[in-house]
């Protein structure tokens, strides 16, 4: 004991200037933090309010951002957050002095998406944003770093940092980035690739092809629910219904793309692999925003990240052996006489195009095909579950049909009471939740006094619009598939119902989207009773009292994370 006494008073010296070079560098340290978090922080902006949630001097919104990710209930609470509001536009801030702009305004809607669409865009400023963000990060990771040695370094404060650090990295490198649209994406390319979908979409095709595909598909589809319900493992827990309807769209999207079915649906309950790999790939990017260090996992291959190269490897060779399998051309031109695979007709277009382009058309074209209709029908089952006036209703339409089957003419004109439940299902569970552009220039938005700077987003919220009383009128919140009985999709324009998107950019396959939908729940309420496995109180009105009561995807795709579980029971 006396040896390290002796030790200590001959080295006190030495100890002393350590400690002073210590709490100097720490001071630096503490102080170059403060500095560039002071210089990057958040900026309002001028004459536009801010989203009315908890805001920070150096992040902004962005602990509003965390928590919303982390509860799967992002839509509602930032609904709720503006209502509470009460503008017709709003800013969230983030730091970097970026702002989105959020917006429920149908004329504010139409400036931005159509009257100066030209002055908006999404792609190559989305791309350089993201290249800004992806420097910003690692400036962020110093200040993280740097704080975890100091006396703001609390659980609680360092968890809200993390957690805010990596939400902002996620949205503009993983959203911009992989998810969007790629920089060298040309006007000339978009024209080319919408002439091949509309010839893609005629009516002619509708009627003498695609629905023929949307019929099969229906009736193997419950040809193989019948099966399902009956299996042991089945009939406690349920089945997906979320799980079963992604086969039947990506199977029946692929029969109308190559000519012939995969029969994906059979393949049930075993695990498709591309299904699993899409899922699961979109459940890792939403992962990545809680965790610090998943570019460097990318990096060395390690972890979840591990998984998004096999699960790239997966989708790759599932859409190259479609490329090389043996299709049976179906699809008619405008000529009337040539048949084309959807391959052959791009190529018929555009003899030029690559096979990885032809790769990338492809898996637009399953994605869009398969999640669209899929997230519909599965909401709609979660819409109703509850509603039993509703349900009552759908059953007397469909058996007024005494037939066994259904033809085109009784799909496409008929059931309109059902077509009215799937667009009232639609307004409030959008399977899109947003969508947004970024402002080329400053510029001032029609008659309301707001402003967007150059590089600034505006941000439709597409679950907040069909919401908004002052669209739907007071009852918004009612679940009245009647407001839609006498003009249909045509009730609203497409500035207030902006689910089938907005001119010049309206969704080509919307008529075939509702046509796919009712044709399998005619075959599906002619079989079957349901039951979900998570019910509710009976009510038709969707208020704050009755929240939605499973986890879902905040992001771009309104996702049941985990599936909707049903009981079927046959029809007697």
Known sequence: ??????????????????????????????????????????????????????????????????????KKKGHELIYEAFVKSKAPVV?????????????????????????????????EEMESLCQTHQR?????????TILSGTQFADEENMSLLYISTDVYVFFWTTIC??????????????????????????????????????????????????????????????????DILGRFTLDSFIEICFGRSLEIVESAPNEHAFSQAFDESIHICSARSVDLFWKWKKSLSIGNEQLVKKNEKILNEFVYRLLDIDTRRRLIDESGVDKHDIISLYLSMEPKITRKELR????????????????????????????????????????AISTSDISYTQASEGLKYTECVLLETLRLYPPVGWSWRYARQDMS??????????????S??????????????????????MRWYAEGI????????????????????????????????????KNFNFKAKISRPISYDHNEDHAVLIPYSSGALLQMSTGYYLTLTTVD
Request: charged letters at 25%.
């Open 360 to 399: 990338d058309v492809a898996l637009n074209m399953i994605i869009a095909g398969r999640d669209t209709t899929r997230l519909l029908l599965s909401w709609f089952f979660y819409a109703i579950e509850n509603k039993p006036k509703i349900l009552e209703k759908i059953r007397e339409e469909i058996n």
């Open 91 to 123: 800013n969230m801030s983030f730091p970097e002095r970026t702002c989105r702009l959020l917006s429920d305004d149908p004329e504010i809607i139409k400036f931005v998406f159509e009257t100066e669409f030209e002055s908006f865009e999404k792609g």
């Open 177 to 242: 980035r992989n998810l969007m649209w790629k920089k060298k994406k040309k006007k000339k390319q978009w024209k080319m690739h919408r002439k091949a979908a509309s010839r893609m979409f005629s009516m002619r095709n509708l009627k003498e092809y695609m629905f023929s595909c949307a019929l099969s598909g229906s009736q193997r589809t419950v040809a193989k629910l019948k099966e399902l319900k009956d299996m042991d493992q089945f009939k406690e827990s349920g089945v997906d219904i979320s």
């Open 490 to 525: 045509n009730t609203k324009t497409p500035y207030e119902f902006v689910q089938f998107h907005i001119p010049p950019r309206v969704c080509l396959g919307r008529q075939f989207a509702l046509l796919e939908a009712k044709t399998f729940l005619f075959y599906f309420f």
């Open 1 to 70: 004991m006396s040896n390290l006494i002796n030790f200590w008073s001959k080295n006190g010296d030495n100890n002393n200037l350590k400690l002073k070079l210590l709490l100097v560098g720490g001071g630096v340290l503490t102080l170059a933090a403060g500095v560039l978090l002071y210089q990057h922080r958040p900026s309002k902006q001028e004459g536009t309010p801010n989203l009315d949630t908890p805001y920070s001097f150096f992040f902004g919104n962005l602990q509003f951002v965390a928590e919303a990710h982390h």
């Open 136 to 144: 910003y990060f690692l400036k962020k990771f110093i200040v993280v």
């Open 445 to 458: 938005l029609p008659e309301k006094n707001f402003h967007m700077r150059k590089g600034d987003s505006l």
């Open 460 to 481: 439709v919220q597409h679950w907040a619009m069909g919401r908004s009383t002052a669209i739907w009128g007071k009852d918004a919140l009612i679940f009245d598939p």
